[in-house]
C-alpha cells in the first residue's frame, strides 16, 4: 500500500466498541481497496492494542493468529464482543424510552431509532417510532400541539418537524418578552438584583477621627439605664428581661448583670403566705398575723444569730429577722431537743425563694429566755429547713 486514504484508530477493548471498529475496519478495507485475506488480517493485527491482541490470541488457541484467515479472526471477535440479544428486552427498553430531563428533540428522536435496531420491527417501525416519540415528549407544548393532530396523517419526521417549530416558536417567545437573545434564553441566564445608592454624600463626608468618636460617647453616657439589664439604648419598660428572674437576689425584674446585690454578697429570702381560705380552720378566718405576707430577708455576709435558752435547759443560736414573724426550726432539731413536745396543727403556707410551697409539719408552743427576758413564742417544725437558722450552742 503505497498510500494510505483515511486513518483507523487502534482498537482498544476497554475504551471502544468492537461493532463500531469493525465497521469503521470494513470501510477502512474498501477505500484502500484491500482485498486480500493475509492483507486484510495483516492491517486488522496491526491496529489491535497489546491487550486486544493478547485476547485474540487467546481466543483462536490452539491455532495461530497469522495462520487463521481474516474472515475467521472477525467471527471470533464478534462471538466473543457482541452479547446475545433478547428481542423482547430490547423492546421493552424502546417501549418505555422517554424524553429526559434537557435532552433535545433531536437528540430523543436518534436515541429511539438506536433502540429500535435489534427490536425487529419490520415495516411497523415508522409508525412505532412516531408513537414512542410522541408518547415519550416530556409535558409541554410541544406534546400538546402533537397530541392534536390525526395520526393516520402524520409521520415520524413530519412529527419531529412540527416538535421542533412549535419548540422554537416557544423559545423565541421567551427571548423576547425578556429582551435576550434566543441563545441566551436557552442558557438560561440568572438575573441578579440591583442596588441603587447614593454616594456623593460619603465621598464628601470627612472621615471620622479617633476623637469624634470619643466626642460622642458621652451622649450614649448621658442615658439612664435599663434597670432590668444595664444597657442604655432603650427603656426599662421596653426590655426583653423585664420579668426575667435574677440569678443572684432570685428577684423577679432584672438579671444579674443589674443586680444591686454585689456579687458574692449572700442573700437567703424566705416568703410566708397565708393558706387558701377553704383551707382554713374555723378557728382562722385570715385576719391573724400568720395568714399574712411576711419577708425574712438577709443580705449580710453572715446572718445575725442570737444566744437564746428554750424551756430552761435547751440552748440554741438563732438568726434574727426583724421583718420575720415566725419563728422556724427543723425536724432535726424538734426530735433532738422537743421530742417530749406534742407537735400542734398549723394552717400557714410557707413560699421559698425557688417559688417553692410548703406546709409545716406543725407547731409547738415554747418558753424563751433572752437577755432577762422571758417570752412564750411559737415554733414552727419545717423538714428539711436550712440549718443555720437554729443552731445548736456548743
Known amino acids: ?219 450614649d453616657d448621658a442615658r439612664p439605664k435599663c434597670e432590668s439589664c444595664g444597657l442604655r439604648n432603650h427603656l426599662s419598660e421596653k426590655c426583653f428581661f423585664r420579668f426575667h428572674k435574677c440569678k443572684r437576689c432570685l428577684e423577679i425584674g432584672h438579671i444579674s448583670k443589674a443586680c444591686a446585690v454585689k456579687k458574692g454578697q449572700k442573700v437567703n429570702n424566705m416568703h410566708i403566705e397565708s393558706m387558701p381560705e377553704e383551707n382554713v380552720s374555723d378557728g382562722c378566718n385570715g385576719s391573724c398575723e400568720e395568714c399574712q405576707v411576711f419577708s425574712l430577708r438577709c443580705v449580710n455576709n453572715n446572718p445575725i444569730l442570737i444566744p437564746v435558752l428554750i424551756n430552761n435547759n435547751v440552748r440554741l443560736d438563732m438568726e434574727l429577722d426583724t421583718g420575720s414573724s415566725t419563728s422556724v426550726i427543723s425536724d432535726e432539731l424538734y426530735y433532738k431537743y422537743f421530742s417530749y413536745l406534742t407537735l400542734s396543727k398549723c394552717l400557714i403556707k410557707i413560699c421559698f425563694y425557688n417559688e417553692h410551697k410548703i406546709t409545716p409539719m406543725g407547731c409547738v408552743d415554747v418558753q424563751v429566755t433572752y437577755s432577762n427576758c422571758t417570752k412564750k413564742l411559737t415554733f414552727y417544725l419545717f423538714i428539711y429547713l436550712i440549718h443555720f437558722i437554729c443552731t445548736p450552742q456548743k
Open 1 to 219: 500500500m503505497a498510500g494510505v486514504i483515511g486513518n483507523l484508530t487502534m482498537f482498544e477493548p476497554n475504551a471502544q466498541n468492537w461493532e463500531l471498529f469493525g465497521s469503521k475496519l470494513k470501510q477502512f478495507l474498501a477505500l484502500n481497496k484491500i482485498e486480500t485475506s493475509e492483507e486484510k488480517r495483516a492491517v486488522l493485527i496491526t491496529h489491535l492494542s497489546d491487550d486486544a491482541y493478547r485476547l485474540l490470541i487467546n481466543l483462536v488457541h490452539p491455532g495461530n493468529v497469522e495462520e487463521t484467515e481474516y474472515d475467521v479472526l472477525i467471527k471470533t471477535f464478534n462471538k466473543h464482543f457482541l452479547p446475545r440479544r433478547s428481542t423482547f428486552a430490547d423492546k421493552d427498553r424502546f417501549y418505555s424510552a422517554a424524553q429526559m430531563a434537557g435532552e433535545a428533540l433531536e437528540d430523543f428522536a436518534a436515541r429511539l431509532r438506536g433502540l429500535s435496531v435489534y427490536c425487529n420491527f419490520g415495516e411497523a417501525l415508522d409508525v412505532l417510532l412516531r408513537d414512542r416519540f410522541v408518547l415519550g415528549l416530556a409535558l409541554g407544548p410541544e406534546r400538546d400541539r402533537l397530541f392534536e393532530k390525526d395520526a393516520s396523517n402524520l409521520t415520524f419526521a413530519n412529527a419531529l418537524e412540527l416538535a421542533q417549530k412549535v419548540s422554537c416558536a416557544r423559545k423565541s417567545k421567551a427571548a423576547t418578552a425578556t429582551g435576550t437573545s434566543q441563545e441566551g434564553a436557552e442558557v438560561g441566564i440568572k438575573e441578579e438584583p440591583l442596588y441603587h445608592g447614593n454616594i456623593s454624600k460619603w465621598r464628601n463626608r470627612a472621615p471620622r477621627t479617633r476623637r469624634d468618636v470619643a466626642v460622642t460617647e458621652p451622649e
